[in-house]
Nanobody
Framework: QVQLVESGGGSVQPGGSLRLSCAAS????????LAWFRQAPGKEREGVAL???????DYADSVKGRFIISRDNAKNTLYLQMNNLQPNDTGMYYC?????????????????????WGRGTQVTVSS
């Protein structure tokens, strides 16, 4: 069973940066998609960014130009570099694995296509 463990969350002021990590015990799919989602209190979970096995990435419009998703295949680790953080970036951040056919992080219902999830790491942005 795939285990995903997120780390790197914390509290920062607006304009600050954080780097999230997600360590995977293994990957279920030979052609895979790894993604970051977030959920703010009282809101639905939303996709933030994804990377598929060929290196293709996709970002939510709200984070384009500020967040960078990357992976280290040798370490089976996914990263999310978050720059210029704003209060509306606050939430629980989750990593997830799904099949490599997922290419649009903003597609309605995309989260249902991911089969493995971490427990999340909290990001709080406030002054």
């Amino acid at each position: 069973q795939v285990q995903l463990v997120e780390s790197g969350g914390g509290s920062v002021q607006p304009g600050g940066s954080l780097r999230l990590s997600c360590a995977a015990s293994e990957l279920m799919y030979s052609t895979y998609c790894l993604a970051w989602f977030r959920q703010a209190p009282g809101k639905e979970r939303e996709g933030v960014a994804l990377v598929i096995d060929d290196g293709t990435t996709d970002y939510a419009d709200s984070v384009k130009g500020r967040f960078i998703i990357s992976r280290d295949n040798a370490k089976n680790t996914l990263y999310l570099q978050m720059n210029n953080l704003q209060p509306n970036d606050t939430g629980m951040y989750y990593c997830a694995e799904g099949p490599g056919s997922i290419t649009d992080i903003q597609r309605p219902g995309v989260s249902r296509r991911f089969s493995s999830w971490g427990r999340g790491t909290q990001v709080t942005v406030s002054s």
